[in-house]
Each structure stands twice: as structure tokens, then as C-alpha cells.
């Protein structure tokens, strides 16, 4: 990082609880297990994130918003202390609030990622804030393998790029990457990861050594055997 820039990133995640995270995967998994696995993500997620650098400094951005979800997260997420409730009724809207509120901080770069990539090689976190740090890049995005993305990172206030986007679809990032361009913006792509959204997204973490919560969850329930015998 760059002395003196204060830098931080958001982790949107939700309370992991019965009937309402992983819905995507239900079936062929349970409520039950979808919770189960959902949580062991945000385990996964909880350590990684210990090994960023300490002067990017890591919010919690939590749904929903009630005091038995920070408990539930507090647990999960030990030595975090802040944890901010999402706000509004888009993606657009959730990603735009938590920009202006570390912004309002005083945060000069900031970059945001979700929970559905337990494995995501910190590297490229910190990959983020260096372009926006040491290059021309005014939005950093992460490409995700559904067409979305992992991360999204600015250094001013470029909230255009979340409007009139069709969230939850394969055009998300060509989209963003159109709005951006229309207002003159550059974007810079980081490497492309995935987010575990789909049973064929779910075999991808099976013999994963960097999600040891995930594998290990997938590996003492049905999910292995149903995925290697090609029931997922």
C-alpha cells in the first residue's frame, strides 16, 4: 500500500441461517446442510482474511439487520470488531451505501467482496488496492466465472457504474464494465476466480487445501459422495 492511505475492505455477508443462504443449492443439498456449508465459507473467509496486510483495514457488512445477526457473526468472525448492516434494496443500492460509508470514514480506496468465494487467493485483494494505488485505474473489478464479480474496488466516488445494471445475471460485469467506460472511467480487471453459486461450482471446492472449513464440511456429509457420483 501507498504510506498514508487508509484503505479498506468490505465483506458483505449474511446471518448463515436455515432456509435463507445457498438457496441456489437447495436442492440438491437440504436447508440444513446449505446453511452448514454456508457457514463454513464465512469460517474459510474469516481466516484468510487475517493474512491481508494490516493497514487494509476489513468491515463487516452484515444482512439482516437485527442483533442476532452480529451475534451469530461475531462468532464466526472473532477479532473483527466492526460490523455494519447492509442498506437498501438492490445490490446497486447495498454497494453504493457501504462505498459512502467508509468513504464518510475518511478511507480513501476501498474494495468490496462477497462471501461466495471461501478460496479466494487474498492476493488478488491485495492486487486491487495496489492498481488503484499505483496505477491510472479508477475501478478495479474481479471477474467472475458466472459473469459477475468477486471484488470491486474505487478510489473516488464513482457510484454510475451500479445503475441500471441487471443484477443476478450472466451481464453483470460486461455491464458495469459499459457504464464505466460511458462515463470515462478506466477499468482494470484483476484474474478470474469463481463464486460457489451451483452444484457444478460446488465441485470445485472438493479437494480444495485453502478452505479447510468447506472441504472439510463437504467431506463429512453427503455432498462428496453425491457430487463424485454425479448426483450435484
Not at 20 to 35: C, F, G, I, N
Not at 145 to 151: A, E, M, T, V, W
Amino acid at each position: 500500500m501507498v504510506k498514508d492511505v487508509k484503505c479498506a475492505l468490505a465483506v458483505f455477508v449474511k446471518a448463515p441461517r436455515v432456509g435463507e443462504v445457498k438457496t441456489r443449492l437447495v436442492p440438491p443439498l437440504t436447508d440444513v446442510e446449505a446453511r452448514g456449508l454456508y457457514e463454513a465459507f464465512l469460517k474459510d473467509i474469516s481466516e484468510r482474511l487475517k493474512s491481508l496486510p494490516h493497514d487494509i483495514d476489513i468491515h463487516i457488512f452484515y444482512t439482516p439487520d437485527d442483533n442476532a445477526a452480529i451475534a451469530e457473526l461475531s462468532a464466526i468472525f472473532k477479532g473483527y470488531q466492526s460490523f455494519i448492516p447492509q442498506i437498501g434494496l438492490t445490490l446497486g443500492d447495498r454497494l453504493t451505501a457501504a462505498f459512502e460509508h467508509l468513504f464518510n470514514d475518511g478511507y480513501a480506496n476501498i474494495a468490496i467482496i462477497g462471501s461466495d468465494s471461501p478460496d479466494l487467493p487474498v492476493e488478488y485483494i491485495e492486487e486491487a488496492f495496489f492498481r488503484l494505488t499505483s496505477t491510472s485505474a479508477e475501478i478495479v473489478l474481479g471477474p467472475a466465472k458466472d459473469g459477475g464479480y468477486y471484488l470491486v474496488a474505487m478510489g473516488k466516488r464513482h457510484y454510475s457504474i451500479f445503475e441500471g445494471i441487471n443484477w443476478s445475471t450472466s451481464s453483470v460485469l460486461s455491464e458495469t464494465i459499459e457504464r464505466a467506460k460511458a462515463d470515462g472511467l478506466e477499468v482494470t480487471l484483476l484474474r478470474e476466480w469463481y463464486d460457489v453459486d451451483t452444484s457444478e461450482d460446488l465441485k470445485s471446492l472438493i479437494d480444495v487445501n485453502d478452505a479447510r472449513h468447506s472441504t472439510s464440511f463437504i467431506s463429512t456429509s453427503f455432498i462428496r459422495g453425491s457430487a463424485i457420483d454425479g448426483k450435484l
